[in-house]
C-alpha cells in the first residue's frame, strides 16, 4: 500500500511546484511510512513524480521513484506484479542494467521497449504514472485493487494520485481513475485496454467448467500473492474463500516463493487475522476446505 502522486504537464514553477509535491505526498505517508521520495522532469514540459513506499519486495534498493538508465524515463507505482521474472526473461535483462531488484522496475524498461503496450503484459495489482519527457503513461490493474484517481488544474495540467486528499486543493475537476484503463499523451484520455470475453454480457459461456484447471489456476494465482520480503498475514473470516486462500498460503509458507520454493522462507511462520465468523455452516466447509486441500485447518 504505498501512496503515489503526480503532476504531467504542469507550467508552474518547478521549484515551487516540487515543494507543493512534497507536501501533498506527506498527506498520503500513512500509505508509505519507509520512504518518501520525488523525481522532477523539466523539459519543454514539468512532471513531477512523488511517492510514499511501503516496502514489501526488494527491502533495501527498492526505493522509488524508479528510473532507467539514462534517468530519462521516471516512475511511481503502487503495486506488485507478480510475472516480473517471466518479462524480465525476454530479453530486457539481456537490453537493460536493472539498478534494484524491485519488481516493478520491469515497467521502466519494458516501456522502453513496447510502450503504452505494456499495459496489456503485466500481471499484477498495480497503479503508477511514468514520466517519459514530454511522453507519459498512466494505469491501473485490471479490477481496481490499487487506488487511483485523477484531475485537471487550472493551467491545463493532469494531476494523479493514490488519494483524493492530495488532488482536493489544486484540481479544478477531479475523478476515480477507472479499473482496466490507462491514459498516455497518445491517448489524451482514458482508454480501456482490460477486455475479457465475458465483459459482453452477450456471451454465454459454453465449456464446461474443468476442476482441475480450476484449483491449478487458483493455486497459482494465491502463490503469486505470496511474494514478499516481509512477514506477511492472512483474512480469515471462515467462509468458503478466505479458508481456501489460508489453507494454501499455509501449505506453502514455508518456502519462499520468490526463489520458486528452493529454500526456506524468513518468515516461515503464517499469522492470521480473524474478521468475523458467520455461523456453524462456515466453520464446517473451512474444515472440509482445509480437509481437500490437504493442510490442518486450526
Known sequence: MCGITAVIHSKQD??????????????????????????????????????????????ETGAQPLKNETGTIALTVNGEIYNHEELEAKNLKQKHTFATKSD????????????????DMLEGDFAFVLS???KFLAARDPIGVCPLYYGYSEDGAVWFSSELKALKDDCKTFLE???????????NGLKRYYNPPWWDEAVIPTTKIGLTE????????VIRR?????????????GLD??????ITARHAEKRVEDHE??????????????GLQGAPDLAAASEVAKFLGTVHH
Request: aromatic residues 8%; charged residues 20%; glycine residues 8%.
Open 14 to 59: 518547478a521549484t515551487e511546484l516540487r515543494k507543493k509535491l512534497v507536501g501533498l505526498s506527506s498527506r498520503q505517508r500513512h500509505r508509505g511510512p519507509d520512504w518518501s521520495g520525488i523525481a522532477v522532469q523539466q523539459g519543454a514540459q514539468l512532471n513531477i513524480l512523488a511517492h510514499e513506499r511501503l516496502a514489501i519486495v526488494d527491502v
Open 104 to 119: 516493478c522496475e520491469v515497467i521502466v524498461h519494458l516501456y522502453e521497449e513496447v510502450g503504452d503496450d505494456l499495459v
Open 132 to 134: 517519459d519527457g514530454e
Open 177 to 187: 481513475f477507472p479499473p482496466g484503463h490507462y491514459y498516455s499523451n497518445k491517448t
Open 214 to 221: 480450476l484449483r491449478v489456476a487458483f493455486e497459482e494465482a
Open 226 to 238: 505470496m511474494m514478499c520480503d516481509v512477514p506477511y498475514g492472512v483474512l480469515l473470516s471462515g
Open 242 to 247: 478466505s479458508s481456501l486462500v489460508a489453507a
Open 262 to 275: 528452493r529454500s526456506r522462507a524468513w518468515w516461515p511462520r503464517l499469522h492470521s487475522f480473524c474478521i
